[in-house]
């Protein structure tokens, strides 16, 4: 259980609470499986959790200034000060939820391995201006807020052989790995093609 705490965020939201738990069953060792002499590793295990991300920009709820770019007065150039952002006092971390199931197999005096995982990972809060509900024609200088929301699903599969040849010994693995990751929401301006969005 992870309690983590960043100054770069206000003090209402500067806290996140990111829980995350595991569990593993071992089938080879139970009972049933004793007198098996191909299956010497069969796990099965899964886990879910949840991470905090802070690494963006810092102290977006607090105002910023600095000069303009001036105006002539009387014939002389006078600069003052004006905002240069707007601040958004609700700013908070970025989410990612992560779950995993797997399975592990040996077999032959676990000479032959296998491994294999699927996951599925979802970030929320991810920070980003709207777009599509505040058009930038409107003028408005948005600050970024948690809204955008982005998904992974995937999977890794690993194969492995192993055999002592006398005093030589012979390893040999390979994986294959696939990765479908989705932008759900990003409240983007609509364009003249589908395929241009993000989302």
Do not use: C, H
Request: aromatic share 14%; charged share 20%.
């Amino acid at each position: 259980f992870r309690y983590d705490g960043s100054p770069i965020f206000p003090e209402e939201t500067r806290w996140g609470f990111f829980p995350g738990v595991s569990a593993g069953w071992v089938v080879s060792e139970e009972s049933f499986m004793e007198n098996s002499s191909v299956i010497n590793n069969l796990k099965i295990r899964a886990s879910w959790g949840q991470l905090g991300n802070d690494r963006v920009d810092p102290f977006q709820y607090i105002g910023a200034f600095g000069y303009s770019t001036g105006w002539v007065v009387d014939g002389t150039d006078v600069r003052g000060i004006e905002a240069t952002t707007t601040p958004n006092p609700n700013i908070t971390w970025e989410v990612t939820t992560t779950t995993d199931i797997g399975l592990e197999l040996g077999l032959l005096q676990n000479r032959l391995t296998f491994e294999l995982d699927g996951y599925k990972t979802l970030t929320t809060n991810i920070l980003g201006q709207r777009q599509a509900s505040i058009p930038t024609y409107t003028g408005l200088s948005l600050p970024d807020e948690n809204i955008g929301e982005m998904e992974s699903i995937g999977f890794e599969v690993v194969a492995g052989f192993k055999q002592r040849f006398g005093e030589l010994a012979f390893n040999v693995s390979g994986n294959f790995s696939y990765n479908d990751n989705k932008i759900i929401f990003f409240d983007e301006v609509p364009q003249a093609e589908p395929y241009q969005k993000q989302e």
